[in-house]
DNA sequence: GTCAGTCAAAGTAAAGCGGA
DNA sequence: TCCGCTTTACTTTGACTGAC
């Protein structure tokens, strides 16, 4: 027997040693501790003891190797979320964070871009993690679609079409016909519409959102007031000149990053918020709570988000079913930017 | 047949060991 | 010294053994 002690560090006690101390072989000590298969009240009671004075703690190496499992978790983030974007995925990260640390498992976080996802199929490939949260929904969503053709248990922050997917998100499209809808019974008649990317899911369900409150209270939309796929700063700016050339007397904006481009964009061009024009967000961020004057915007509980796709992700690991689509609760936050 | 316990295998990095 | 093979570490669990 060769010293292992030798070139390492002082080892922690092992279900080994605890087999050689009380005259047991390594089975009994395991099954012991875990509960499962026969053993005898004495020698439960005797390891037990024992574990409990030695202050043992299994090995999780050893132990996913026993069990084919990593106790790890990837979570994929967008290579290309700007600036304003990191905040949410931030929040995320923590809520998957504090959900597996409850559940004994570690989080691995990588990244993709729309059309390159080798650093998720590394992560599969190289059998690093049990399961996988991804962060943003798309349209054509590569990474879900290759972790539903390898087979490898995945949940959604966001909402996708494809009802196998399980799907965590907030009702996007009920709390922005709420919030339009607000706005149109205060008694703006020109309400327009800023929104993203379109291949994003959460931008389709936005744009439907503002769509529904028009129809449900019988107001016909100006397509010259509503503008999709802004993705850069260029494209705002001239959708802003756009939609106050066309008497917009209230901007709606899909999300906090174009929300703070239209706020600079209005303060340069020194149109007063909310007498000239009125301005709110569908997305809520700390930007556009110290904005003066605060800016009236939908509010969710981002860390609640991932919270909530970790703790399915890891059931849905250990066999346990779960719901294949969970809302989080959202508010809308009135501030002076629409009074 | 039942009970209580043991054996062996799973994956893989790192260390040990023998021969060239 | 280098190369390549063997052993070890770690836990779990189905299959197996021995006593009654």
Do not use: W
Request: hydrophobic share 40%; aromatic share 4%; glycine share 6%.
């Amino acid at each position: 027997m060769k010293d292992i002690n030798k070139h390492s560090s002082p080892k922690n006690i092992t279900i080994g040693d605890i087999a050689k101390e009380l005259g047991l072989s390594k089975t009994t000590i395991s099954r012991a501790i875990s509960g499962k298969g026969r053993i005898g009240a004495e020698t439960r009671q005797r390891v037990h003891k024992y574990i409990l004075e030695h202050n043992y703690r299994p090995n999780l190496v050893a132990k996913g190797l026993a069990q084919s499992k990593t106790y790890n978790i990837g979570v994929i983030l967008p290579a290309d979320a700007n600036l304003t974007e990191i905040p949410f995925f931030q929040s995320c990260l923590m809520g998957i964070c504090d959900a597996a640390a409850s559940m004994d498992y570690d989080v691995l976080v990588t990244t993709v871009t729309d059309d390159d996802i080798s650093l998720l199929q590394r992560l599969i490939d190289n059998q690093k993690v049990d399961g996988v949260v991804l962060t943003r929904s798309l349209v054509h969503d590569l990474p879900a679609q290759y972790l539903k053709e390898v087979g490898i248990p995945f949940v959604l922050i966001g909402t996708s079409e494809d009802e196998d997917i399980v799907q965590i998100d907030s009702n996007h499209e009920a709390g922005c016909c709420e919030l339009t809808t607000l706005v149109l019974k205060s008694g703006c008649e020109r309400v327009a519409l800023l929104a993203g990317n379109q291949n994003h899911m959460v931008n389709r369900s936005r744009y439907r959102g503002y769509v529904k409150a028009f129809l449900d209270t019988g107001i016909e939309i100006d397509n010259n007031l509503v503008h999709l796929n802004l993705n850069n700063n260029i494209l705002i700016q001239k959708a802003v000149n756009g939609i106050l050339d066309n008497g917009a007397d209230c901007i709606l904006c899909s999300d906090d990053f174009i929300c703070s481009k239209v706020l600079a964009h209005l303060e340069e061009m020194n149109i007063a918020i909310p007498d000239r024009v009125k301005v709110a967000s569908f997305y809520n961020s700390n930007n556009l709570e110290n904005h003066t004057p605060p800016i009236t915007a939908l509010n969710i509980s981002i860390k609640e988000l991932g919270v909530t796709a970790g703790k399915h992700l890891i059931k849905i690991i250990s066999g346990e079913t779960t719901s294949r689509k969970s809302l989080v609760n959202y508010e809308i936050v009135l501030k002076k930017s629409t009074s």
